[in-house]
């Protein structure tokens, strides 16, 4: 029964180069009963997509050392890694060229980690994986 309640969970991947915000992120998702996936960098996260994570929401911090947000979403179009997946830019940018920018690289959402505390983004993720089912 466990396996086929582990197969109903929404697996989610989670780009940040801040560990603090992304084990607390990775936690909260989890206690949601997400599969949540935790990568520091860019790169680690397209290796994962590559090696068939197979992600229900991806959700990226756009600034970044090395790759940033908007590579990540570039390279994730480019090369037509989770096609069905909801992309949430999770940012403290809140400027509109990079709003737009991230919107228009394929983000279905954008929102800045001040304006929500952690259970709200949870929830919101939700809503956006549900709109692609």
Do not use: C
């Amino acid at each position: 029964m466990a396996d086929e309640k582990n197969a109903n969970k929404a697996n989610i991947l989670i780009v940040d180069d801040d560990k603090f915000l992304l084990d607390m992120y990775a936690m909260k998702f989890t206690q949601a009963g997400y599969n949540a996936h935790a990568s520091l960098s860019v790169r680690n996260a397209l290796d994962t997509l590559r090696g068939g994570f197979a992600a229900d929401a991806v959700i990226f911090d756009l600034i970044m050392p090395q790759e940033d947000g908007f590579f990540l979403l570039d390279t994730i179009n480019k090369e037509k890694l989770a096609k069905d997946a909801a992309l949430i830019a999770l940012s403290n940018q809140s400027d509109e060229a990079d709003k737009k920018k991230a919107m228009d690289l394929g983000a279905t959402k954008f929102i800045v980690k001040a304006s929500m505390v952690p259970s709200e983004v949870v929830d919101a993720v939700g809503q956006e994986i549900k709109k692609k089912k």
